[in-house]
């Protein structure tokens, strides 16, 4: 079975901070890719990173970076000194290569408190 | 920057009316999908097409909801008739090659309110 679980319901930061989103996924296939999107409140999801299973290489983005553990099967968010703008609800997703479609985690929400 | 439009963007219906919305993907997206998010929760698949084709609507409850994409390109998602627990967020998107290696592309979404 796919399936993602991201454990924080919901975080609360002060500006300037960092904060570490968690997402650990299930698969059995081989062939797997992991996403992040954020979702402020309007309503939409954007985009944000995409990895493949055969590439645990971090990345860093300006602020964002995202660490891919296949060992814990694990892919967090981290966000270094957090502003107000990155206030929003962030989904970890799935897409195994036996499946057809992307399958989402439950979100953490972010408050980021000026 | 190519985005997939949707409509409309709020919807206010009475309990056992019909709605419908649509959604024109990415030019050259051969896969559509339209998703449901209830508030709190995670997107999930309602039903996803190939062209013109469905692929998999095993997530849709076929006894109100009905979607198309006649021409293979742009779709249409109706409910009838519609019953509160359908308030919710319907997000459509367009992927290349089933979205391996390259995401997907979501629409911004229609807000779905039954009283």
């Known amino acids: 079975a796919q399936k993602v679980t991201q454990a924080q319901t919901e975080i609360s930061v002060v500006e300037k901070e960092d904060v570490t989103l968690d997402c650990v996924y299930e698969?059995?296939?081989?062939?797997?890719?992991l996403f992040w999107y954020k979702q402020p409140p309007s309503g939409e999801l954007v985009f944000l990173i995409r990895?493949?299973?055969?590439?645990?290489q971090n990345e860093i983005s300006g602020r964002y970076s995202w660490n891919f553990q296949k060992s814990t099967s694990s892919f967090n968010f981290t966000i270094t000194a957090s502003q107000v703008v990155d206030s929003a609800v962030y989904f970890c997703?799935?897409?195994?290569?036996?499946?057809?479609?992307?399958?989402f985690g439950k979100g953490t929400k972010l408050s980021v408190k000026p | 920057e190519a985005e997939v439009a949707q409509s409309p963007r709020y919807k206010i219906t009475e309990k056992s009316q019909a709605v419908a919305f649509w959604c024109d993907p990415i030019?050259?997206?051969?896969?559509l999908y339209w998703y449901r998010q209830i508030l709190g929760q995670g997107p999930e698949l309602l039903v996803q097409?190939?062209?013109?084709?469905?692929?998999?609507d095993s997530q849709l409850p076929k006894d109100r909801f009905s979607a198309e994409r006649l021409k293979g390109v742009d779709s249409t998602l109706k409910i009838q008739p519609a019953e509160l627990g359908d308030s919710a967020m319907y997000l459509c998107?367009?992927?290349?090659?089933?979205?391996?290696?390259?995401?997907?592309?979501f629409g911004s979404g229609t807000r779905l309110t039954v009283v």
């Open positions: 998107a367009s992927s290349r090659e089933g979205g391996r290696g390259y995401g997907y592309t």
């Open positions: 698969t059995r296939d081989t062939t797997y890719y």
């Open positions: 990895r493949n299973s055969f590439d645990e």
């Open positions: 997703a799935l897409l195994g290569e036996s499946q057809g479609n992307l399958i």
């Open positions: 030019s050259g997206h051969a896969t």
């Open positions: 097409f190939q062209d013109e084709s469905v692929v998999d």
